[in-house]
């Protein structure tokens, strides 16, 4: 889809045709205009404030003694007056390269954002982002509009879980994407005992560690969901340490029957050591192989992820109807196989990784630490993870106030240094404002945002109001209004 490519924002690609260039043009003659209408009608009054001089220092008869001002453009609002107005939104622009999301709808420039660009500018100290807004606000199409136009410039975007499967078109426009669809008769697999890939660097034997230890780590994980949290005791820790030793040096892509069966009849040597402690563990893993979660987990992964594959996504639509801890083992499963891709330190991969209907995911309290360890990874694995959730009461369904849950999850958004706020209701935003630090002007700018706009606060002090900019080519990819239409 190089049409659609083409028609990325602010992308200039390496090699383009004419017809392509003329539509970039267009586009771009497109986007200014559409600036222009955004800009605010002047202030008589306050224009008749001093202006700021745009020499080497400001006029010391009009009291603007210090740095120079920026030098504006005509069209531009001057900045005593948007330091006077709408002091809290009075920024001079990021300074980064990005992908443009929108319009700055204060200063009527473009808005552009690079998760890795605004750290490396020092505007943030990590790469979390989080989006919150009501039902139908412009949440995902914010995200996509993101995460599409990140992929223009190199970045590369994972949808952790996609319950309503919106994302599968973008990823389909996009090209060079894997899409695995789960749930009960449907074609994905993701083996639980898929390891990931194999670092660069990792000979055999290294390789037959890291494995191990993946998997086992997954394994105890799912165990753990399939048994209601039960911690494995001695005997059947070392009872699937050795049947997971065993599969590994036997197959070289082991799948859940064969670590059930050697669960289930282990070696002579083994059974002198752990007896029949196995067989319990099996007959838990059963339920990978038979009943609501067969078919799913219990076959080699055909989710594999090719080094230039642009984006990722796990379509979940499918686990809709199933069981909350259905959905819960899935998620586990699901997140420890991306994890295992996308934290390959030897490749240059920077990911985006976005969990869609984020307040769903979190119901499930191994999904949550999943997510609270990617926040505080993102760093060293190069991700940039983005929550999306509709508001503060979304956390009533993790638990009580002040349970540790509940807490990780809080955690989870005010860590956030990118904050994407579309319209909340009124009555939430005192807690959201303690939660996100709101001012409290941005706390009646919140309740007052319009479809597609958003407040957007980078870092600790920095804060635009952006309407997210789509074109033709993106709506037509992007647009969820037809089914809510009815
Ligand atoms: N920036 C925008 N420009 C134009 N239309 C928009 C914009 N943002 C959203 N819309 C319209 O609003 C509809 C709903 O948007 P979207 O699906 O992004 O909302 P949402 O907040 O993700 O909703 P939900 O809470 O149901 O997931 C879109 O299909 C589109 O028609
Ligand atoms: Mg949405």
């Given at each position: 889809?190089?049409?659609?490519?083409?028609?990325?924002?602010?992308?200039?690609?390496?090699?383009?045709?004419?017809?392509?260039?003329?539509?970039?043009?267009?586009?771009?003659?497109?986007?200014?205009?559409?600036?222009?209408?955004?800009?605010?009608?002047p202030?008589?009054?306050?224009?008749?404030?001093?202006?700021a001089?745009?020499?080497?220092?400001?006029?010391?008869?009009?009291?603007?003694?210090?740095?120079?001002?920026?030098?504006?453009?005509?069209?531009?609002?001057?900045?005593?007056?948007?330091?006077?107005?709408?002091?809290?939104?009075?920024?001079?622009?990021?300074?980064?390269?990005?992908?443009?999301?929108?319009?700055?709808?204060?200063?009527?420039?473009?808005?552009?954002?690079?998760?890795?660009?605004?750290?490396?500018?020092?505007?943030?100290?990590?790469?979390?982002?989080?989006?919150?807004g009501n039902?139908?606000?412009?949440?995902?199409?914010?995200?996509?509009?993101?995460?599409?136009?990140l992929?223009?410039?190199?970045?590369?975007v994972a949808?952790?879980?996609?319950?309503?499967?919106?994302?599968?078109?973008?990823?389909?426009?996009?090209?060079?994407?894997?899409?695995?669809?789960?749930?009960?008769?449907?074609?994905?697999?993701?083996?639980?005992?898929?390891?990931?890939?194999?670092?660069?660097?990792?000979?055999d034997?290294?390789?037959?560690?890291?494995?191990?230890?993946?998997?086992?780590?997954?394994?105890?994980?799912?165990?753990?969901?399939?048994?209601?949290?039960?911690?494995?005791?001695?005997?059947?820790?070392?009872?699937?340490?050795?049947?997971?030793?065993?599969?590994?040096?036997?197959?070289?892509?082991?799948?859940?029957?064969?670590?059930?069966?050697?669960?289930?009849?282990p070696?002579?040597d083994?059974?002198?050591?752990?007896?029949?402690?196995?067989?319990?563990?099996?007959?838990s893993?059963?339920?990978?192989?038979?009943?609501?979660?067969?078919g799913?987990?219990?076959?080699?992964?055909?989710?594999?992820?090719?080094?230039?594959?642009?984006?990722?996504?796990?379509?979940?639509?499918?686990?809709?109807?199933?069981?909350?801890?259905?959905?819960?083992?899935?998620?586990?499963?699901?997140?420890?196989?991306?994890?295992?891709?996308?934290?390959?330190?030897?490749?240059?991969?920077?990911?985006?990784?976005?969990?869609?209907?984020?307040?769903?995911?979190?119901?499930?309290?191994?999904?949550?630490?999943?997510?609270?360890?990617?926040?505080?990874?993102?760093g060293?694995?190069g991700?940039?993870?983005?929550?999306?959730?509709?508001?503060?009461?979304?956390?009533?369904?993790?638990g009580?106030?002040?349970?540790?849950?509940?807490?990780?999850?809080?955690?989870?958004?005010?860590?956030?240094?990118?904050?994407?706020?579309?319209?909340?209701?009124?009555?939430?935003?005192?807690?959201?404002?303690?939660?996100?630090?709101?001012?409290?002007?941005?706390?009646?700018?919140?309740?007052?945002?319009?479809?597609?706009?958003?407040?957007?606060?980078?870092?600790?002090?920095?804060?635009?109001?952006?309407?997210?900019?789509?074109?033709?080519?993106?709506?037509?990819?992007?647009?969820?209004?037809?089914?809510?239409?009815?």
């Amino acid at each position: 889809m190089s049409e659609t490519t083409g028609q990325i924002l602010g992308v200039r690609p390496a090699r383009e045709s004419r017809t392509q260039r003329k539509a970039r043009k267009n586009l771009e003659r497109l986007v200014r205009a559409e600036a222009r209408a955004a800009m605010p009608t002047p202030e008589p009054v306050l224009d008749d404030m001093p202006r700021a001089t745009t020499g080497r220092w400001g006029s010391q008869s009009l009291g603007l003694w210090g740095p120079p001002a920026p030098s504006l453009p005509s069209h531009r609002i001057t900045s005593p007056r948007l330091g006077v107005a709408t002091p809290f939104l009075a920024e001079s622009g990021l300074g980064v390269r990005g992908a443009v999301v929108g319009i700055d709808e204060e200063s009527g420039g473009l808005f552009s954002l690079d998760p890795w660009e605004l750290y490396r500018a020092g505007h943030t100290t990590g790469t979390s982002l989080l989006c919150i807004g009501n039902v139908g606000t412009g949440k995902s199409t914010t995200n996509k509009a993101l995460a599409a136009r990140l992929v223009a410039l190199g970045r590369k975007v994972a949808v952790a879980s996609d319950p309503k499967a919106e994302w599968v078109r973008v990823a389909q426009a996009l090209g060079a994407a894997g899409i695995v669809e789960i749930g009960p008769g449907r074609p994905g697999r993701v083996n639980v005992l898929d390891a990931g890939p194999r670092p660069h660097d990792a000979d055999d034997a290294a390789w037959a560690q890291i494995a191990f230890q993946r998997r086992r780590t997954t394994v105890a994980a799912v165990l753990s969901q399939l048994r209601g949290a039960a911690q494995l005791d001695p005997f059947e820790a070392t009872a699937l340490d050795l049947a997971l030793e065993h599969v590994g040096r036997t197959s070289s892509v082991p799948v859940v029957a064969a670590l059930i069966q050697a669960l289930l009849a282990p070696a002579d040597d083994a059974r002198k050591i752990v007896g029949d402690a196995g067989a319990s563990l099996a007959l838990s893993l059963r339920r990978l192989t038979m009943g609501d979660l067969a078919g799913m987990f219990d076959a080699p992964s055909t989710a594999v992820l090719d080094p230039s594959m642009r984006m990722f996504v796990f379509d979940t639509s499918a686990l809709l109807s199933s069981s909350a801890d259905a959905l819960a083992i899935a998620s586990t499963i699901t997140s420890a196989w991306l994890n295992y891709v996308i934290h390959d330190k030897s490749s240059r991969d920077f990911w985006m990784i976005v969990q869609e209907e984020g307040w769903s995911a979190m119901r499930d309290p191994k999904t949550v630490e999943q997510m609270d360890e990617r926040v505080r990874m993102a760093g060293e694995w190069g991700i940039a993870p983005m929550l999306i959730m509709h508001e503060l009461k979304d956390l009533d369904m993790i638990g009580p106030p002040d349970s540790p849950q509940r807490n990780q999850a809080l955690g989870l958004m005010s860590k956030a240094q990118v904050k994407i706020i579309h319209r909340q209701s009124r009555e939430t935003v005192p807690d959201l404002a303690v939660t996100l630090g709101l001012t409290e002007r941005e706390q009646e700018l919140v309740v007052r945002l319009r479809q597609g706009q958003a407040l957007w606060k980078i870092g600790a002090d920095k804060a635009f109001r952006v309407r997210t900019l789509i074109t033709d080519v993106d709506r037509a990819v992007f647009d969820t209004s037809a089914r809510r239409a009815g």
